[in-house]
């Protein structure tokens, strides 16, 4: 047992921050949430797909119906080739509300973070902090110390890595991997992620022809893109192969955006409709990122424990880069639970849990998640592959082979055993929404049991 009180300290507030930030105050936790944005809601970003295994999560935390309010149902996903050519629609979101019980959602990223931050208690809203970007972080045998570059620090006991896919709690937990004896062995790559496709994005309104809940897809040599329209505002992502692929990060500017829309602005978005051009022009946001894919080997060090983007990153054409980093926090919720349960259970109910016990989690929370999520990546990858032809077998399987529903209804099936086993908060009551033809294995506590 340790004598200090527990307090986590999570870096960065997206997505996944505001999701541990949720799991924390549900465990009657001490936390802070430091993120170098000036507002942790902003209205930035690209618009995300909800998927059952993270909406199941939000469900849990009682956010389902303002997530309903904001976002839109997806069902069938319209499939083009370059010219505009129909290749087959793809039924993939209507076998996941059969086999699940709930079609994936598409809402955007600034209305996701709104929903996450209003659902906290306003005590826990407190503790979220902007304008903290943090610098260094140190362990030590009692705590953590963090430091913000104003000058600020915090101590915790454990630092929770949120700050995404050039995370600098990464660097800082492979730095002091690398000061102890066996370093190398224990140390993550300077650069973990590969970079294979650049993309760009693009926001703009949701107007005729497009409508909300349209999800398309436009395929074809070297660049793909998918328009996902939500209420307001529909996003394109557009991902091109990069000449080479590379372990560097990038920075784009506009130029970079106008080069990027002189070579595909002439693809349409969909059948007999608008054009990339077209989405440009009428923009209310746009941005340019690398692609980065890969996954962590280590995703802990000492008290130090990364979750989401800043463990492993997907390409988004499967939309479940986000969903990952969510149920990352409720599997690492869930191990802190246990050892906090099996602490408790012997010392009485004001005991916490020592450093032993943490580490032990961390590494429980890494064994619980590595093989889901690293075959998430690869299908992730190979979706992308697919829909960006480098060659004339890519074209054909792409268009008459994975256009047949009876092979997306087998692979659908043959991954919802899979799907149904992914976990929700063992210590947070609620109700089950989402009931489809696969049982979910972990089951949400009811109130009172
Ligand atoms: C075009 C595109 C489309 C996508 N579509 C989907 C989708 O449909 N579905 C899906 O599941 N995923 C999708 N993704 C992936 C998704 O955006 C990420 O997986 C998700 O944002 C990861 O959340 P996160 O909180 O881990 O990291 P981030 O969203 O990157 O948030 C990290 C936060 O940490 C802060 N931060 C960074 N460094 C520091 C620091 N030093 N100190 C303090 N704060 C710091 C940042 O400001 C940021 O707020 C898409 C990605 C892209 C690029």
Same mark, same amino acid.
């Given at each position: 047992?340790?004598?200090?009180?527990?307090?986590?300290?999570?870096?960065?507030?997206?997505?996944?921050?505001?999701?541990?930030?949720?799991?924390l105050s549900r465990a009657n936790l001490d936390f802070v949430v430091l993120e170098s944005?000036?507002?942790?809601?902003?209205?930035?970003?690209?618009?995300?797909?909800?998927?059952?295994?993270?909406?199941?999560?939000?469900?849990?935390?009682?956010?389902?119906?303002?997530?309903?309010?904001?976002?839109?149902?997806?069902?069938?996903?319209?499939?083009?080739?370059?010219?505009?050519?129909?290749?087959?629609?793809?039924?993939?979101?209507?076998?996941?509300?059969?086999?699940?019980?709930?079609?994936?959602?598409?809402?955007?990223?600034?209305?996701?973070?709104?929903?996450?931050?209003?659902?906290?208690?306003?005590?826990?809203?407190?503790?979220?902090?902007?304008?903290?970007?943090?610098?260094?972080?140190?362990?030590?045998?009692?705590?953590?110390?963090?430091?913000?570059?104003?000058?600020?620090?915090?101590?915790?006991?454990?630092?929770?890595?949120?700050?995404?896919?050039?995370?600098?709690?990464?660097?800082?937990?492979?730095?002091?991997?690398?000061?102890?004896?066996?370093?190398?062995?224990?140390?993550?790559?300077?650069?973990?992620?590969?970079?294979?496709?650049?993309?760009?994005?693009?926001?703009?309104?949701?107007?005729?022809?497009?409508?909300?809940?349209?999800?398309?897809?436009?395929?074809?040599?070297?660049?793909?893109?998918?328009?996902?329209?939500?209420?307001?505002?529909?996003?394109?992502?557009?991902?091109?192969?990069?000449?080479?692929?590379?372990?560097?990060?990038?920075?784009?500017?506009?130029?970079?955006?106008?080069?990027?829309?002189?070579?595909?602005?002439?693809?349409?978005?969909?059948?007999?409709?608008?054009?990339?051009?077209?989405?440009?022009?009428?923009?209310?946001?746009?941005?340019?990122?690398?692609?980065?894919?890969?996954?962590?080997? /280590?995703?802990?060090? @000492? %008290?130090?424990? *990364?979750?989401?983007?800043?463990?492993? =990153? #997907?390409?988004? &054409?499967?939309? !479940?880069?986000?969903?990952?980093?969510?149920?990352?926090?409720?599997?690492?919720?869930?191990?802190?639970?246990?050892?906090?349960?099996?602490?408790?259970?012997?010392?009485?109910?004001?005991?916490?849990?020592?450093?032993?016990?943490?580490?032990?989690?961390?590494?429980?929370?890494?064994?619980?998640?590595?093989?889901?999520?690293?075959?998430?990546?690869?299908?992730?990858?190979?979706?992308?592959?697919?829909?960006?032809?480098?060659?004339?077998? /890519?074209?054909?399987? @792409? %268009?008459?082979? *994975?256009?047949?529903?009876?092979?997306? =209804? #087998?692979?659908? &099936?043959?991954? !919802?055993?899979?799907?149904?086993?992914?976990?929700?908060?063992?210590?947070?009551?609620?109700?089950?929404?989402?009931?489809?033809?696969?049982?979910?294995?972990?089951?949400?506590?009811?109130?009172?049991?």
């Amino acid at each position: 047992m340790s004598s200090q009180a527990f307090k986590a300290i999570v870096v960065g507030g997206g997505p996944v921050g505001l999701t541990a930030a949720h799991s924390l105050s549900r465990a009657n936790l001490d936390f802070v949430v430091l993120e170098s944005r000036p507002r942790i809601v902003l209205d930035a970003g690209s618009n995300l797909v909800l998927l059952p295994i993270g909406l199941r999560v939000l469900s849990q935390l009682g956010l389902l119906p303002a997530i309903e309010r904001a976002s839109s149902p997806m069902d069938r996903f319209r499939r083009i080739d370059h010219k505009g050519r129909d290749i087959g629609d793809t039924l993939w979101f209507t076998y996941f509300k059969e086999n699940h019980g709930a079609y994936p959602r598409v809402i955007s990223r600034h209305d996701l973070m709104q929903i996450l931050h209003d659902g906290l208690p306003i005590e826990a809203q407190a503790k979220l902090l902007p304008n903290k970007k943090v610098t260094c972080v140190s362990t030590g045998t009692d705590g953590v110390i963090v430091t913000c570059a104003d000058g600020t620090t915090y101590t915790g006991t454990i630092v929770v890595g949120a700050d995404g896919a050039h995370s600098t709690v990464r660097n800082q937990m492979r730095v002091a991997a690398l000061q102890t004896t066996s370093g190398d062995l224990r140390a993550n790559e300077e650069k973990p992620f590969l970079t294979t496709y650049r993309s760009m994005w693009i926001r703009f309104a949701t107007v005729p022809p497009i409508k909300p809940g349209d999800a398309s897809e436009t395929h074809g040599y070297d660049c793909t893109l998918q328009l996902f329209a939500g209420e307001e505002t529909s996003v394109i992502g557009i991902y091109e192969r990069m000449e080479e692929p590379s372990r560097d990060s990038s920075r784009y500017t506009e130029a970079d955006e106008h080069a990027f829309i002189s070579r595909w602005g002439h693809l349409p978005i969909i059948e007999g409709g608008m054009t990339i051009a077209d989405a440009y022009t009428s923009r209310t946001q746009a941005g340019m990122v690398n692609l980065e894919e890969g996954i962590l080997k /280590h995703w802990s060090f @000492d %008290r130090i424990v *990364l979750v989401g983007d800043a463990a492993h =990153k #997907f390409t988004p &054409s499967t939309g !479940a880069g986000c969903n990952n980093g969510i149920v990352d926090v409720v599997a690492l919720a869930n191990e802190l639970y246990h050892a906090f349960r099996a602490v408790r259970d012997a010392e009485g109910e004001t005991a916490f849990p020592d450093k032993l016990h943490i580490l032990a989690a961390f590494n429980e929370y890494q064994q619980a998640r590595f093989a889901t999520v690293k075959d998430g990546l690869e299908g992730a990858s190979q979706a992308t592959g697919a829909a960006t032809w480098s060659d004339m077998t /890519h074209r054909f399987v @792409d %268009r008459h082979i *994975l256009s047949r529903q009876s092979l997306v =209804k #087998f692979f659908a &099936s043959r991954n !919802a055993p899979v799907v149904a086993k992914t976990p929700v908060f063992e210590y947070v009551e609620g109700e089950e929404q989402m009931i489809g033809k696969f049982p979910w294995a972990y089951p949400i506590k009811e109130s009172g049991l």
